[in-house]
Structure formats: C-alpha cells, structure tokens
C-alpha cells in the first residue's frame, strides 16, 4: 500500500512549485498581529486537506513561530483569523 496516492504525489509536486513562487512574491510573515520575520512556509488557513493544499485563496505567507503557534493554539489562531473554520465541520 502506497503511503501517498498518485494524486496526492501529483498535487504535492504542483505544491512545491507553487509554494516556492509564492514566498518569493510575499516573503514577510502575514500573522495578523504584525510579525517582522521572514517567511519560510505557507500557513493554510483553512487547512490542506484534498483540494484545498493547492487553494491559493487561503494561504498565507508565514514565519515558522507563527506557523507552529497555530498548530499549537487553535482557538486563539481561529480567533485572530489566523485560521479559519470550514463550515459544517465541528469545534
């Protein structure tokens, strides 16, 4: 059994081109409390499930510290907007 499908390695591909065109274009860290770090990674706002890993519209350009504290903070992070919840799915 394949520990990533086909599509997945396909989008994941996409992903990463995509991913580094992005933090060229907006390298500073969009934390919405003000963050004077550079960006190394994306932070995907409403998670990169399925078809949202490639859903531009919710990515973020993020720092490390920031990118980390969302993970660990969910509820602060989806009260400052720094996530966003999907609708339908549970607190």
Known sequence: MRRVSLKR?????IYSKRRREFL??????EF???CTEPAT?????RGRSGAR???EAWWASSCWHHNS???DNTGLALASG???????EAS
């Open 82 to 88: 720094w996530l966003v919840r999907i609708e339908g």
């Open 32 to 34: 919405p409390g003000g």
């Open 9 to 13: 390695q396909a989008a994941l591909r």
């Open 53 to 55: 890993l490639l859903d």
């Open 24 to 29: 060229e274009n907006r390298p500073a860290c």
């Open 69 to 71: 504290w969302a993970e």
């Open 41 to 45: 990674t994306i932070q995907h706002l």
